[in-house]
Antibody, heavy 126, light 110 residues
Framework: EVQLVESGGGLVQPGGSLRLSCAASGFTVSSNYMNWVRQAPGKGLEWVSIIYSGGSTYYADSVKGRFTISRDNSKNTLYLQMNSLRVEDTAVYYC????????????????????WGQGTTVTVSS | QSALTQPASVSGSPGQSITISCTGARSDVGSYNFVSWYQQHPGKAPKLMIYEGTKRPSGVSNRFSGSKSGNTASLTISGLQADDEADYYCCSYAGSSTRVFGGGTKLTVL
């Protein structure tokens, strides 16, 4: 079964750090485009970051320079290192996989998120 | 990276059809066919309903359909059912390997 399970959320003071983990099963993280998406309390979804299968990484302007996405291929796990946390970073953080379809042995990515974890809650407060 | 614009709420009676709009810019919705739609029930993770503007993933009811014209994408739900009551979000590729979500629309089934 294809599944994502996040962990690592919690309460942290402004300026602090936290590392989120997302363990995958049923597929290989390193062969896919993997994302982090967050949702502040009572608010909408916000795309945060992506790591491509080739290793390139990209970020939303709101987290650039503070957050780092990475993966551990041996553990089939995605990470989000969050530094210099702000109150406005308070949210449920989801990891999600980009939809990929293999056509003639070549992957085609649709920039749509077809597998989501259950989310982990990050609260930044003093 | 400005959020796409969606109506805050829409409503309809069981059996009716509703349409949710998602307005972006030439730099996102207007330039790419990579528009997706997500359904989110309270306390749950989002679920992919439409991708590449008009395509349904396996297992999603054909009551859900998508379209796009210019800078605006739309999600139509026909034959409304009680379980369709949820929040709906659009999302578009926005270039430079980023993407942007809409603010979300709360669907109420009367």
């Amino acid at each position: 079964e294809v599944q994502l399970v996040e962990s690592g959320g919690g309460l942290v003071q402004p300026g602090g750090s936290l590392r989120l983990s997302c363990a995958a099963s049923g597929f290989t993280v390193s062969s896919n485009y993997m994302n982090w998406v967050r949702q502040a309390p009572g608010k909408g979804l916000e795309w945060v970051s992506i790591i491509y299968s080739g290793g390139s990484t990209y970020y939303a302007d709101s987290v650039k320079g503070r957050f780092t996405i990475s993966r551990d291929n041996s553990k089939n796990t995605l990470y989000l290192q969050m530094n210099s946390l702000r109150v406005e970073d308070t949210a449920v953080y989801y990891c999600a996989r980009d939809l990929v379809v293999v056509v003639a042995a070549a992957p085609y990515f649709y920039y749509a998120l077809d597998v989501w974890g259950q989310g982990t809650t990050v609260t930044v407060s003093s | 990276q400005s959020a796409l614009t969606q109506p805050a709420s829409v409503s309809g009676s069981p059996g009716q059809s509703i349409t949710i709009s998602c307005t972006g810019a030439r730099s996102d919705v207007g330039s790419y066919n990579f528009v997706s739609w997500y359904q989110q029930h309270p306390g749950k993770a989002p679920k992919l309903m439409i991708y590449e503007g008009t395509k349904r993933p396996s297992g999603v009811s054909n009551r859900f359909s998508g379209s796009k014209s210019g800078n605006t994408a739309s999600l139509t739900i026909s034959g409304l059912q009680a379980d369709d009551e949820a929040d709906y979000y659009c999302c578009s590729y926005a270039g430079s390997s980023t993407r942007v979500f809409g603010g979300g629309t709360k669907l109420t089934v009367l």
